[in-house]
Structures are given as C-alpha cells and as structure tokens.
C-alpha cells in the first residue's frame, strides 16, 4: 500500500502565505512525479506545480513567481510555498504522485486525500 498524506492548509488573508507538505509512505520501489493539483468549486482539477521524472519542475501560469515547489532528501516529501495568495488560489489542494509500488511492475497515479485552502479578508 502506497499512501499520500498532506498537510498545512488553512485559511489566509489576501497576499499572505502558506506551506503546503506532502508525504508519500508505504511499499515505494520509485517515485516518477510528485507535485500538486488543486480544484476549486465547479471547475476542473488543474496542475499547481509538479516535479517531472527528470527533476525539473512546471508550474502553472497563474502560480509562476508566487509558488515554489521544493521537496526532501529522500524525494519522498514535496512542499509548495505560496506566497502572495490571492482569493481566485481558494481551492482543495491536492498532493499527486506517479509510483511504482514494491509489488507492481507498473507505476500508477496515488492522490492525496485533499487540503482546503480558502483566501479571503
């Protein structure tokens, strides 16, 4: 079993700042991907930022210089650093990650159980 768990939600004034964490743990043999999504009502789930398989790292266009993604030694934890959030950023925030478990031969998509992040005055 592979699991996704996150942390460091919250609510937040406009311009103002959070730290988001995520920890996968369980029978890992590889982590591919492991970034963030968010979804805020009545839209789609979109990518916030992601580290690739290569270890760069994409960010949304409405996140780039506000957002830093960053992650732990053991490339087992990411971080997204959020600074100067702005109202339109109010979503659940979601920690993805491409793994190949212990006991597969494939790797497969582990989603996070979600954290609410609501920017308003």
């Known amino acids: 079993q592979v699991h996704l768990v996150e942390s460091g939600g919250g609510l937040v004034q406009p311009g103002g700042s959070l730290r988001l964490s995520c920890a996968a743990s369980?029978?890992?043999?590889?982590?591919?991907?492991m970034g963030w999504y968010r979804q805020a009502p009545g839209k789609q789930r979109e990518l916030v930022a992601v580290?690739?398989?290569?270890?760069?790292?994409n960010y949304a266009d409405s996140v780039k210089g506000r957002f830093t993604i960053s992650r732990g030694n053991a490339k087992s934890t990411v971080y997204l650093q959020m600074n100067s959030l702005k109202p339109e950023d109010t979503a659940v925030y979601y920690c993805n990650a491409d793994i190949r478990s212990t006991v597969a031969l494939r790797s497969i998509a582990y989603w996070g159980q979600g954290t609410q992040v609501t920017v308003s005055s």
């Open positions: 580290f690739t398989s290569g270890g760069s790292t």
């Open positions: 369980g029978s890992i043999f590889s982590i591919n991907t």
